[in-house]
């Protein structure tokens, strides 16, 4: 499992240490490896966690903190580490291939921050000390937009026990770390939506899929949303572009995805809802995550978790109320 050493978790940390260098490093430094490790283990936990019948889903947003005097020596190398990180994530989810037909992420890609602090959570940060904080998506600290008082669902490694835990923490947790600019990394997900099961046939992922397949062209948009929100007295256009879409509140951090439709509300959530095209029905669906209302067409959306979206048919032109707030005009043109 995610906590046991050696296998082929041992063998990938050779790609930043040679094995013959490992036997003289103490195990308690932090060296480039062991972050490398602590990513991995973190990433394959997650995906036993999160997945969900046929879907495999994982966490895509990972801070990593560290000693200030850690963070210094290290961060040369974080964009090596983020980099060797994607590749063995690749391999995890090569390696559970054949438990899952579909691999089914929340976000666009994988996103890696890492900050120094003396404290976190109420415990002490070594110099020793590598703490990897998971999430499916949506870790903004630092950002001064968001609400301190606002809670996220987060993976950790405890201490005490050497296991995972999923708990909700308070956005205010993460006031006393520094998270800088440069120690910022997002890689765009580039493998198939779909994965080999025995006795299927692979199906392609969103970027192979022929045109004819979809609606209409990608260039000219699967869908329109004319958005209108109302605090701001601000109308814009979204062209949906993407299979699948998130809609977001507009931070920082979330600029960085494609697939983001993002509003600039305060009434938003983050994220607040899904959009997707059904291949299978050749129509248009949204789930919604927020605790606040989402309506289509006057009609309450229930709520549902991101790890396991509750979807519902969206009619072809419709209108999308967010906290009564945020008006989204969606039109698909299809």
């Known amino acids: 499992m995610a906590n046991q050493p050696g296998g082929w978790l041992g063998k990938l940390s050779n790609l930043i240490i040679p094995s013959n ?9 932090v060296t480039n490896k062991r972050i490398l490790d602590e990513l991995v283990a973190s990433f394959e936990d997650s995906i036993q966690r999160e997945s969900v019948g046929t879907s495999m889903l994982f966490n895509a947003h990972f801070l990593i903190i560290l000693h200030p005097d850690t963070y210094e020596d290290r ?24 438990e899952y037909g579909r691999v089914s ?12 602090g003396h404290e976190f959570g109420g415990e002490t940060i070594a110099q020793t000390d590598v703490k990897v904080i998971g999430a499916l998506t949506g870790i903004l600290p630092g950002n001064s937009q ?25 956005l205010s947790t993460f006031q006393h770390i520094d998270f800088r600019e440069p120690g910022a990394f997002v890689v765009k997900f580039n493998f198939d939506s779909r994965v080999n099961t025995a006795g299927q046939t692979p199906i392609s992922g969103a970027t192979r899929v022929a045109p004819s397949a979809l609606p209409r062209s990608l260039n000219a948009g699967l869908a329109q949303i004319n958005y209108y929100i109302a605090e701001l007295n601000k109308e814009d256009t979204y062209l949906m572009r993407d299979r699948e879409i998130i809609v977001a509140r507009k931070e920082t951090d979330n600029q960085h995805f494609p697939n983001y439709l993002l509003l600039e509300s305060a009434y938003v959530s983050n994220p607040h809802a899904r959009i997707r095209y059904n291949d299978a029905s050749h129509s248009f669906q949204i789930a919604s995550f927020s605790r606040n209302e989402t309506r289509v067409n006057e009609q309450l959306i229930p709520r549902s978790e991101p790890a396991s979206p509750q979807w519902f048919d969206l009619p072809e032109k419709a209108q999308i109320l967010l906290n009564s707030m945020v008006t989204l005009n969606f039109q698909s043109n299809s």
């Open 146 to 170: 968001a609400n301190a008082s606002e809670k996220m669902n987060i993976t950790r490694r405890v201490k005490q026990t050497n296991r995972y835990e999923k708990v909700d923490v308070d």
């Open 105 to 116: 992420p929340v976000a666009s890609g994988w996103f890696f921050k890492f900050g120094a």
């Open 21 to 29: 260098q490992t036997e003289t490093i103490p195990v308690s430094t």
């Open 75 to 98: 961060q040369n190398a974080f964009p090596v580490v983020v980099n060797e990180a994607v590749q063995a994530f690749k391999a995890v989810i090569e390696s559970h291939k054949s």
